[in-house]
């Protein structure tokens, strides 16, 4: 096979996991309602879901950036593989015994997959093609995330959410017997999707571990690389962008896990007719990020970053204001504006970091905790105030500080490309 090939078909491949840990993500917030009534969680303990998930992303990064120094991107995305499959097979256990923290440790499980595989596919999609390119490219790539974002929240409204609401009235009118038997059946509900998951999941991982694949080889000149000694967070474009991804990760599960909560707040619509709301939102987050790709042949990155972080503060103003349908199309609208948010901040936090890329790359993934932070935050702020509305506020905060990182990244790195080579696997 020739080289372009080679390239071309290690694209599509790694292209594909994008869409894979797109559709993981994506179920939690069908998980977080799914689960609140199963067991009977509050908001706050419901966030929990999102805590467990990016909890991992903080703690594996660095292993997994070490991992893949010592052993290369492809055990380390077969490895993350296998990791994402045990963990959806826990989820089977998990609901068999009803039992709320086995279900996180399940979500722990998949998620520290996840960080193995986003630490390498993210640089390894930046890095395969011309540097100027790149922030366009990882974007590209992240549509299929965005495709799968679409697809997630439709997948869990047919096979996970049964429609069934649990209010005080019909529990008041239920004996402890009948209580515990509809939520094991709510429980039992996950068992068989999750099992499909796993298996869909090896099966890549096989498919993997027999292509040869391109390994990525930083540049190490001296216009492009860390000087030897000089301490990683001196670099102003990595520093700005690990706490820009920090609050966007935070903001981006913020809005998403709490939008089924929120229609059924400001609008009393069904968790059925919310989560095909949240897959349209999705489907916007997808069409968002092809759009945005788009729009960076003519408009700078960190100018378009800019832009639409100050579109999301005025449309979460409206959510938090005004809710009812008006709240909900602009949530919908903030998930649009979203979209080429995390591979625009990954790309321009990697810049300038030379044979420093692969660990610039697993400090951006650890950044990634925001997701299991702010929900908590948010998910407090729902219990003590009542109200899920106002609780919006979290993530119109968190808008601000990349909206800072976009301007000083236009402002220092006008006429800055980093270069990134790569060059076959042996």
Not at 378 to 388: F, H, L
Request: proline residues 4%; hydrophobic residues 55%; contains cysteine.
């Amino acid at each position: 096979m020739k080289k372009t090939q080679r390239y071309t078909f290690a694209v599509v491949l790694i292209t594909s996991l994008f869409f894979l840990w797109g559709f993981a993500h994506n179920l939690n917030p069908i998980l977080i309602p799914h689960l609140k009534k199963a067991c009977q969680l509050t908001d706050m303990q419901s966030a929990f879901i999102d805590s467990s998930f990016f909890i991992a992303y903080f703690l594996i990064a660095l292993p997994a950036g070490m991992f893949m120094k010592r052993y290369g991107y492809k055990a380390g995305i077969c490895f993350g593989l296998l990791l994402f499959a045990a963990g959806a097979f826990l989820f089977y256990p998990a609901a068999s015994i009803r039992d709320f923290g086995f279900f996180l440790l399940a979500l722990f499980v998949i998620a520290s997959g996840l960080t193995f595989l986003e630490t390498a596919a993210n640089p390894y999609i930046n890095a395969l093609g011309d540097p100027s390119k790149a922030a366009q490219r990882l974007n590209f790539a992240q549509s299929f995330n965005g495709l799968a974002a679409t697809l997630a929240p439709l997948f869990g409204r047919s096979f996970i959410l049964s429609g069934n609401q649990l209010t005080q009235e019909t529990k008041a009118g239920m004996s402890p017997g009948e209580l515990n038997a509809f939520l094991n059946k709510e429980a039992s509900a996950v068992q068989i999707p999750y099992l499909v998951i796993g298996l869909v999941v090896l099966l890549f991982a096989f498919i993997i571990w027999r292509t040869s694949l391109p390994e990525i080889a930083e540049d190490t000149t001296e216009a492009n690389e860390i000087k030897p000694g000089t301490s990683i967070w001196k670099e102003k474009n990595l520093v700005g962008g690990v706490l820009a991804q920090f609050f966007y990760v935070g903001a981006q599960v913020c809005v998403g896990s709490f939008f089924i909560r929120y229609c059924g707040f400001v609008a009393a619509i069904d968790e059925k007719a919310a989560a095909l709301y949240l897959s349209i939102a999705l489907l916007g987050f997808m069409i968002g990020r092809f759009f945005g790709t788009f729009l960076m042949k003519y408009i700078k990155p960190s100018t378009l970053l800019f832009v639409y972080s100050v579109v999301n503060i005025i449309l979460l103003l409206v959510v938090i204001m005004y809710g009812k349908m008006l709240g909900i199309y602009s949530l919908i609208g903030v998930e649009f504006f979203m979209s080429i948010m995390f591979p625009t901040i990954f790309s321009l936090g990697l810049e300038g970091l030379g044979r420093k890329t692969k660990q610039g790359s697993s400090l951006l993934i650890m950044s990634i905790v925001g997701g299991a932070l702010l929900p908590l935050l948010m998910g407090r702020v729902s219990d003590a105030s009542k109200s899920i509305q106002i609780a919006y506020a979290v993530p119109a905060i968190c808008f601000i500080p990349i909206a800072y990182f976009a301007a000083r990244f236009a402002y220092r790195n006008r006429n800055n490309i980093t270069a990134v080579k790569v060059q076959p696997a042996h």
